[in-house]
């Protein structure tokens, strides 16, 4: 299947597409805000430079999109239907690394919560949010809903 732009237009809009500060990220972040909790961005000597750091709590949350990060069995990713081999690697590869980021960070005793993005769409947000919040405080008590 031919792709429907052009490649500079094809290029403009993959160049368009950030790492950091994405919407995602913004609501987790302003929300543990409002909690009144702290946290470092992106921390260069952790590995994998994780979305938020909470050092108090020796925890970080990672803040996965759905297509980037291959949140598989979901509705919300659909693998594209043109250079679906590239793509399968592509994904394939970023999973593995997500995986082996959040290995090294345990083992160095960090707590990892990871917070996908279909999960903060605006009907599931309010319950994400209150869980994630949950997580961080009470990493040990599974009595809370």
């Not at 590995?47 to 970080?60: A, M, N, S």
């Not at 399968?88 to 590869?93: C, P, S, V």
């Not at 960070?105 to 009907?123: A, D, F, P, Q, Y």
């Amino acid at each position: 299947m031919a792709d429907v732009h052009s490649k500079d237009t094809r290029s403009f809009n993959m160049s368009r597409i950030r790492s950091r500060d994405t919407k995602p990220e913004t609501i987790v972040r302003q929300y543990l805000h409002r909690e009144g909790l702290r946290f470092r961005l992106h921390h260069p000597d952790l590995p994998g430079k994780p979305d938020i750091v909470l050092p108090r709590f020796q925890t970080v949350v990672l803040v996965h999109g759905c297509f980037w990060h291959a949140h598989d069995d979901k509705p919300c990713f659909r693998l594209p239907s043109s250079r679906t081999e590239w793509w399968q690697r592509k994904l394939g590869y970023n999973k593995a690394r997500d995986w082996q980021q959040q290995r090294e960070l345990t083992m160095l005793g960090w707590r990892v919560i990871v917070v996908w993005e279909c999960e903060l769409k605006s009907s599931q947000r309010a319950e994400t949010l209150k869980h994630l919040i949950q997580e961080i405080l009470h990493p040990l008590d599974d009595s809370y809903d």
